[in-house]
């Protein structure tokens, strides 16, 4: 297992066409995290799983964003309609139940929505 | 509402001298982490301090935790051109183990 791994890197957009984001997490850790960071500013959370479970949400994550984790392995972000200011870095980062060992982040998927 | 503050948040410092970023935060948590992003790059984590005077270090970075005064520092020693990086704090919410608030972040250039 190498890794966080998200799928795409880039993503270019129309605004109002819909994106989705893959994110695979290390295989044996079974909490799993959304961040989005704009440039210049420090990673926003956005919410988190336990397994399949979606225990947070952000208050940032407007009802155009979704999130999911069937089976608790990969997760799925999708953002429907797009804005321009939905363009940002997407992170995806997950890690054990014993928080000791922090979280381990993915490259992330960057969009831009033009 | 949990705060994170990083200062400084630009730091341009010769190679081999010595320096301290600061991150404080404004509610109680237990749990402070330290990382590392190159640009266009994603995070690395650093240090993960987990109680009141927990000191961690690796090679030339050190970090420390002070949960009664809500401060944590990371110290660099001798810097050398290879840590340039933005270093990034993140604590915890007390209640939310799963919920990370991060600071702006500490953009670090050693000069030669």
């Known amino acids: 297992d190498t890794g966080v791994s998200q799928d795409p890197r880039h993503k270019i957009t129309k605004r109002g066409q819909n994106v989705t984001f893959r994110c695979d997490p290390i295989s044996e850790h079974n909490r799993l995290y959304w961040y989005r960071q704009t440039l210049g500013q420090g990673p926003e959370f956005l919410t988190y799983?336990?397994?399949?479970?979606?225990?947070?949400k952000s208050r940032l994550l407007s009802d155009r964003f979704s999130a999911e984790r069937p089976k608790g392995s990969f997760s799925t972000l999708e953002i429907q309609r797009t804005e321009q200011g939905d363009s940002a870095m997407y992170l995806c980062?997950?890690?054990?139940?014993?928080?000791?060992?922090?979280?381990?982040f993915g490259s992330g998927t960057r969009l831009t929505v033009v | 509402e949990l705060k994170v503050e990083q200062n400084p948040l630009f730091l341009s410092m010769q190679e081999g001298k010595n320096y301290t970023i600061y991150c404080n935060y404004s509610t109680t948590s237990d749990r402070l982490y330290w990382y590392r992003q190159d640009p266009g790059k994603s995070l690395e984590s650093l240090f993960v301090l987990l109680s009141n005077g927990a000191v961690k270090q690796e090679g030339r970075l050190m970090a420390s935790l002070d949960t009664k005064a809500r401060l944590s520092t990371l110290h660099i020693t001798a810097a050398v051109h290879d840590l340039s990086a933005t270093y990034f704090c993140?604590?915890?919410?007390?209640?939310?183990?799963?919920?990370?608030?991060f600071g702006d972040g500490t953009t670090l250039t050693v000069k030669p």
């Open positions: 799983f336990q397994n399949e479970a979606q225990l947070e």
């Open positions: 993140a604590v915890d919410y007390p209640t939310n183990a799963g919920k990370s608030t």
């Open positions: 980062a997950s890690s054990p139940g014993q928080l000791y060992y922090g979280y381990t």
